[in-house]
């Protein structure tokens, strides 16, 4: 988990660092002005990835979460793990209610109602 986060800051120290040096480069005796793009371009590239690898750990119950929830639904569902899909508030068995024989959560945090994938089981 924490070593893609890891490859994502070394890649973006890299790109950064490259892109300086493109830039540094452009202002030499034998640059040229299409260096100062390059470098820019691989600069940016690499400060998109800090904000994407620091925001990820920032915010846990994010993106990455929804999609390990929905995986392990199916089945054994633990009530004391569910989370809310949008806000990632805790779910009881009272915010499940039966509706057309599918369940349906509504979240008393965010007022989100969403259908869960499989029937789970109580
Ligand atoms: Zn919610």
Redesign the pocket.
């Known amino acids: 988990m924490g070593a893609g986060k890891i490859i994502a800051y070394i890649v973006a120290a890299i790109l950064i660092f490259f892109g300086v040096l493109f830039i540094w480069g452009a202002f030499s005796p034998q640059g040229e002005v299409g260096w100062i793009l390059i470098g820019a371009i691989s600069a940016g590239i690499g400060l998109v990835l800090i904000y994407f690898a620091s925001r990820k750990s920032a915010a846990p119950s994010g993106d990455a979460n929804n999609v390990t929830l929905k995986i392990d639904l199916p089945g054994n569902v633990s009530l004391d793990t569910m989370k ?1 899909k ?2 990632g ?1 805790t779910l009881s068995s009272e915010n499940i209610h039966m509706v057309a024989g599918a369940p349906v959560v509504t ?1 008393p ?2 007022k ?1 109602t969403y259908q869960l994938t499989e029937d789970p089981k109580w």
């Open positions: 809310c949008s806000c508030g979240c945090y965010c989100t």
